[in-house]
């Protein structure tokens, strides 16, 4: 990212403002509950010739940032700010692109965006211009910055990696999260009939309000048997997992011969188990699927095609909670909690 002034060649005037300049960050340095996420004040890294300095202006939670916050996913380094989304407004750049001017609108569509590199839980992100794209004139700033990890994993699974036509039933486990609730609203542009799980009344209501034909509460009732039921017997035709564990059985269990479980996430653990005899004799097929597989450039044609979708007033996005930057543990412990439907996004300058 930033590069210190070699001892041979003293720092120009540019070179000292720089260092006197600070940003505002979430920043980790143990793993452990919401608490551990404390706002600091932190020097302006210098900008490398590739970099790009972002004024942010929202950052969206995701699931990724509470587990590695806790310390669940292997190889997360410490200290570190978190957050795997962001947008903003180009505020320094000194590369070569034509599209990346002062006060430009873009987005981070990155792979190591808080994930190995500094996150967007911070009023400034530097950041190769690799993983930075300008946002559609029109395109709403705080929406653009959902539609980075869930909307276009829900994309990439629904449209790229899942034989689904218009008209099937796709069942979408846990709703209510990130993923789920933007796998509902995709697949309502694109013509995806959907029935789906969730954990509470209100959240079903909402679930049923965004266009799911039928939404079953996983604490209250026997998921498979109430889906079994719906489908007269047959199963759907896929499942969009992105809970993990013992979803996924239950998940091929409410799958039809032949029909497709895409395995996106881990909520409920890293670990599954499945009856095989079940499995093959259904010749069912399970497939993993990896956002991170994706180059920027291609997640960018998928944000251009989301955000098309939007203008168009096809799709829209579900945001559940706005918080400053220094409420960014609040945040946390409301995704925690399993209380939100949508997304939670972090506006850094209010
Ligand atoms: N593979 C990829 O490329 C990729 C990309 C993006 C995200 N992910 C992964 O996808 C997962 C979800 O991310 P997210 O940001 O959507 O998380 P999130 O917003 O925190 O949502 C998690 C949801 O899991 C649901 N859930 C929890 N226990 C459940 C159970 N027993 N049965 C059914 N649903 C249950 C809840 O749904 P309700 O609210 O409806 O109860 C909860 O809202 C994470 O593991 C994340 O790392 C993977």
């Known amino acids: 990212m930033g590069r210190s002034p070699h001892p041979n060649n003293p720092p120009n005037l540019q070179d000292i403002w720089q260092f006197m300049l600070t940003f505002k960050a979430i920043r980790q340095t143990q793993f452990g509950g919401p608490e551990v996420l404390v706002l600091e004040e932190l020097p302006i890294p210098q900008l490398a010739a590739e970099d790009v300095l972002i004024r942010v ?41 034509t599209d990346l001017s002062v006060g430009q609108p873009v987005v981070v569509l990155g792979t190591t965006l808080g994930n190995g590199g500094s996150g967007g839980y911070a009023t400034h992100v530097c950041i190769d211009q690799e993983e930075v794209f300008p946002v559609p004139s029109g395109m709403d700033l705080t929406i653009a910055t959902c539609l980075g990890m869930t909307y276009l994993t829900a994309w990439y699974a629904l449209k790229q990696r ?122 069912q097929h399970l497939l993993g699927v990896n956002v991170g597989q994706l180059t920027p450039g291609d997640r960018y044609q998928i944000f251009l095609q989301l955000v098309d979708l939007i203008q168009s007033g096809k799709l829209t996005v579900t945001i559940e909670h706005t918080f400053p930057l220094e409420k960014a543990a609040v945040a946390h412990a409301l995704i925690e909690s399993q209380e939100q439907f949508g997304k939670v996004v972090l506006l850094p300058h209010g």
Not at 75 to 82: A, C, E, Q, S, T
Not at 201 to 223: I, T, W
Not at 239 to 268: E, F, H, P, W, Y
Not at 271 to 276: G, L, N, Q
Request: glycine share 14%; net charge neutral.
């Open 162 to 283: 899942s034989p689904l036509q218009v008209g099937q039933i796709l069942l979408i486990p846990g709703v209510g999260g990130g993923v789920g609730s933007a796998a509902l609203q995709l697949a309502q542009a694109l013509g995806i009939r959907v029935i789906a799980t969730t954990s509470s009344a209100a959240k079903r209501q909402q679930a049923l309000a965004l266009g799911a034909e039928a939404c079953f509460n996983y604490r209250e009732q026997d998921v498979v048997q109430a889906v079994r039921e719906w489908t007269q017997g047959r199963g759907v035709d896929a499942v969009l997992d992105a809970v993990g564990g013992d979803s996924i059985q239950q998940g091929l269990n409410c799958l039809r011969k032949g029909g497709q479980l895409l395995s996106i996430g881990i909520v409920r653990g890293d670990r599954f188990t499945v009856d095989a005899i079940a499995f093959l004799s259904n010749e």
């Open 57 to 97: 202006h929202a950052a969206s939670i995701n699931h990724f940032d509470v587990i590695s916050r806790r310390g669940d996913f292997p190889g997360v380094p410490l200290p570190r700010i978190p957050g795997m989304d962001c947008s903003g407004y180009v505020e320094q750049y000194n590369g070569k692109r």
